[in-house]
């Protein structure tokens, strides 16, 4: 079952998140204006910021992905340990020899 629930960013992560969104917001100001205000630089242009709105989206999935992951990790070890302290049957070793 799929986990729905919004990956949390947290520290220096959602510092880092905020100023790419405000990049990214800025961008967009720009290649709008750009594409409705042509000169004779504006394709080059709009294609430089384009590229550049490209890398921050990039940066912020990347970002995304690692609060993701270490949500499952959190949540995996959490259910490790609630398993190991309500199973009552002892520890084997390694390789199950006994």
Known sequence: MRDSRPAVL???SRERARELLKREEQLCREIAHLVLHPSAAGSREIRRLRKERQLVREELEDLHAAAKLARELSDGWT??????????RPLRPLGGVQ
């Not at 259910?79 to 009552?88: A, G």
């Open 10 to 12: 947290r520290g220096p």
């Open 79 to 88: 259910r490790f340990r609630d398993v190991l302290e309500t199973d009552s």
